[in-house]
């Protein structure tokens, strides 16, 4: 199976980049081929709202993106790790997610250049500083929604709360064990859908 690993956060060894590898080490307990894309490492500009071009490309725009569009549509699983911005997903996330705008309207038209597989599971690891459920809940939706748009099911999450400091979710056990078997049952989710 092919699972996509975004990393959402531009802190180096950050607590959602430690969930994130945590996961894929219980995802590479199965026979995983992983690909990983650090976003903050992408110059990626906001979406400008153009129409996309005629053919070839999903967006005018020529930059990071271009190979984000070929990795998140041929990926057979996804999981993306951010922490909560504001309340919300940090800029970087979300311009690759509004950046998908393309992918919706040729959804939208019919226009589909790649297949859509409803069955291929999609996984959100968060963590905030904070304890506040409705900054989670925020970024659930944006994600969610993602999700819908790239033809991923929304199959599970883990949200981690009072991570403050780079590192700070290395103490806390709970977390990490809870990315491990998140993602070996993702990867055992994907295989049963694929039959
Ligand atoms: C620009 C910025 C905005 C933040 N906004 C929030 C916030 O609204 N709520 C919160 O609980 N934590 C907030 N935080 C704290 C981070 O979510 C927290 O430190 C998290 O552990 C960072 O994850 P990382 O180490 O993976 O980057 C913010 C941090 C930064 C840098």
Redesign the pocket.
Known sequence: MKLLALY????P???????LDRFLEGASSQETEINRIYLSQLTISPCQACLPPETGRWCRIDDGMTAVYEEVLAAEALVI????????L?AQVKAMIDRFQCVWLARKRGELLLPFDKKKPGFFLC??????QD?FQNARAIVRNFFATTGFLYSGELF??G???????SSRKECLEQAYQAGVTLIHKGGTARG
């Open positions: 959402g956060s531009p802190r060894r950050g607590n959602s980049t430690i969930l790790a951010s922490p909560i911005y504001f309340g919300s940090p963590v905030e500083a904070s304890h506040r900054f981690c709360r991570l403050e400091k780079q590192g700070d979710v």
